[in-house]
């Protein structure tokens, strides 16, 4: 069964500190991997990668995908206060564009 | 933000009442979902839809009911509400062509006392 898998759980950090969310996956036909960003209300799309080792950058944000390692991570450099959210990865899980989620990482950032 | 809106938002109801919620999207999108989360399992999907009146069970649809008569509405219903059912819903949204990223709605929070 396909599933996606976050690690850690849970994190917390200081303001300014650098961080790294994993995401592995084990899918029987790789579609692509996406980001969101979840606060207090609905979750936010924040990245989809189909290519390995490319990366893609949303200010502070940024993001990886190696297929050779069926993983992603998701960075964040020079954290803030306002970065403080569950981070969810999911991949497709058909044709009928459902998709699998993993359970998410929260994030919690000290000031 | 993509054109989507949910109703109520915020709803408390008694067991064994019927419960509707509404998604309204402006997105022209064919496929719309209907998620609950609850602390501890994440998202989980209840039904989706990949078209007017085409539907299909997600992983926990039982006591659930969907309809979707215009491409814009997708109807959740709860039959006959229990607690177990207390949750944030939330409604997605989706296009036919894309990359499979889901755009959410802002989300209902239900309470069934």
């Known amino acids: 069964e396909d599933k996606v898998v976050q690690s850690p759980l849970s994190l917390v950090v200081h303001e300014g500190d650098t961080v790294t969310l994993n995401c592995s996956y084990e899918v029987t036909n790789f579609r692509s991997l996406l980001w969101y960003k979840q606060e207090k209300k609905a979750p936010t799309f924040l990245f989809m990668l189909t290519s390995s080792g490319i990366e893609k950058k949303s200010g502070r944000l940024s993001s990886i995908l190696d297929k050779k390692e069926l993983s992603s991570i998701l960075n964040i450099t020079a954290t803030q206060t306002g970065d403080s959210a569950i981070y969810l990865c999911?991949?497709?899980?058909?044709?009928?564009?459902?998709?699998?989620w993993g359970a998410g990482t929260k994030l919690i950032i000290k000031p | 933000d993509a054109g989507i809106t949910q109703s109520p938002r915020h709803k408390v109801t008694e067991t064994g009442t019927p419960v509707t919620l509404r998604c309204h999207q402006t997105?022209?999108?064919?496929?719309m979902y209907w998620y609950r989360q609850d602390p501890g399992h994440g998202l989980r999907l209840i039904h989706y839809s990949y078209g007017v009146k085409d539907t299909d069970k997600g992983e926990v649809s039982d006591g659930y009911s969907v309809s979707r008569s215009k491409t814009e509405d997708f109807l959740l219903t709860l039959e006959s509400a229990t607690s177990s059912q207390t949750s944030v819903y939330f409604c997605?949204?989706?296009?036919?062509?894309?990359?499979?990223?889901?755009?959410f709605g802002p989300g209902t929070r239900l309470t069934v006392l």
């Open positions: 999911a991949h497709p899980r058909d044709s009928n564009y459902q998709l699998i």
């Open positions: 997105e022209n999108h064919r496929y």
């Open positions: 997605a949204i989706s296009a036919l062509g894309g990359g499979y990223e889901q755009f």
